[in-house]
């Protein structure tokens, strides 16, 4: 055991890189995006420490390319997902009473391997994988990972300093036990930070993980493993399959063993998991937390004292950057009439301005959408937006598959505030803008705050100060993360915890110490010095 009573490195966030031209992290990243994009992978399971291959395999192509192939991943079948849990409980044996210090040493340590070495294989893998352009992969994969594991570590730290207090009677202490049982990740493709930090603060607790990534983010996610590993993430801590998710959750959620599940997802399907759980709650040694992180229907507000170049930034930048496939994403916004001309010929400017392609190709801001589905989806709402009565594309509205799953960026004006997609989660490069009468502001607060079930993000834009106030107040349920003067996104480790509720999810702020309180269960533990020997109390003297 650690003797002694130890200080973590402060945690501060990772520099973002410019990746300018003639930059050196630029020349490398394009080195490393060319060798990855012209080699071919083949990505196991990760089982017990060891790859898995099943011999049922599928392939990997970026989006913007998707008749190109850069490797094949292996499917799992029951029995293997079987093993990555009897592995988990066993490994638990070890990892949940080794020294905390030992643990932050290992996170710390993969936090530095994508600093460095690391850093332009994940950046390359992210823009392969996901079609990220350069500054996206960079703020992601690499920042946000990197500043995820650095200030977990700080924050276990912090929470396991916390203690109560004491007497000379007799000491209290307070231990922050891992779950008892193994855990479930379940992560998505936007985000490899996201990818990397489900499972791995859950382990950094003391937990061992069973990990699901998405079938759009394997690419990347071999990366992180092969981090972890390096790292030295004894063998079945973190333990990897792949495959059909329904066949694999139930495999999880059947066991006794189940102690928690970690999900970034869609919002029916974190239902549907939340409905499963509670279903099987008989069959389970201990309550499983849950924690979820969902979907958004985020907001712009702009008030007739707001700057227009600036709204229109914030729409532009919020609604557009890779792709809007983003939790926090800007998708709807609510204009007031007087600025909105001004305002308009910013943003058609703007998204006239926006090169389109491949991600090696480093002018270019906008890249693919992820699969064939979401193309299809989005395709099918611009469709209906060029034909509905109520409603008028003021710039994009194009796409083409034959290549890539190319979206345009897309701005939809509607004369309904109701309109389908303001209130439909696309997840893609569209916006939609309502146009609201200046003095219809106090109404125009409500309708945003009752048009959506979610509550993610959303940000106000004004120079009023009292209409800023007012924004503040009435829409306190309707956005987790809410932005003053800026767009909704961009949450930083350490800086915005990010979560919402409502239909958003738990709340559970990933990049905080409340999420990390999810993973332990405390122990409180009073020893007393003087024993007392008889039960009398003094009330009991005649």
Known sequence: MGKGFFNVPIAINEPVKSYAPGSPERDAVLKAY????????????????????????????????????????????QSHVEDAIATALEARKTWSQMPWEQRAGIFLKAAELIAGPYRAKINAATMIAQSKNI???????????IDFLRFNVQYMADIYMEQPESTSDAWNRVEYRPLEGFT????PFNFTAIAGNLPSCMALMGNVVVWKPSDS??????????????????????????????????????????????FTGSTEVFKN??????????????????VGETGGKDFIVAHKTANPKQVATAIVRGAFEFQGQKCSAASRAYIPKG????????????????KMGSPENMENFITAVIHEGSFDKLAKYIDQAKS????????????????????????????????????????????????YEDEAYTETLKLVDETSDYGLTGAILAKDRYAITEATNTLQNAAGNFYINDKPTGAVVGQQPFGGARASGTNDKAGSAQNLLRWVSPRLIKETFVTPTDYRYPFLGE
Request: contains cysteine.
């Open 217 to 262: 983010q394997i690419y990347s996610a071999k990366v992180i493993m092969d981090v972890f590993e390096e790292a030295g993430v004894p063998a079945g801590v973190i333990n990897v399959v792949f495959g059909d998710p329904v066949m694999i959750t139930n495999t999880i959620l059947e066991s006794p063993d189940f102690s928690g599940l970690h």
């Open 388 to 435: 509905d009565a109520d409603a008028e594309i003021i710039v994009g509205g194009n796409y083409d598959k034959s290549k890539g799953y190319f979206i345009e960026p897309t701005v939809i004006v509607t004369s309904n505030p109701k309109y389908t997609t303001m209130c439909t989660e696309l997840f893609g490069p569209v916006i939609t803008i309502y146009v």
């Open 135 to 145: 500054h996206q992969a960079e703020i992601d994969s690499a920042c946000e990972l």
């Open 339 to 354: 600025i909105w001309d001004e305002l308009k010929n910013y943003v058609v400017e703007d998204v006239k301005s926006f």
């Open 34 to 77: 060319k060798e990855m994009f012209n080699s071919k992978i083949d990505v196991p399971l990760y089982i017990n420490g060891k790859d898995v291959v099943t011999g049922n395999t599928r392939t990997m192509s970026p989006p913007h390319d998707h008749k190109h192939t850069v490797g094949t991943y292996h499917v799992a079948e």
């Open 184 to 187: 479930y990740a379940v992560t």
């Open 273 to 290: 998991l939340w409905k499963q759980i509670g279903n099987n709650i008989h069959n389970y040694k201990t309550y499983p937390r849950i």
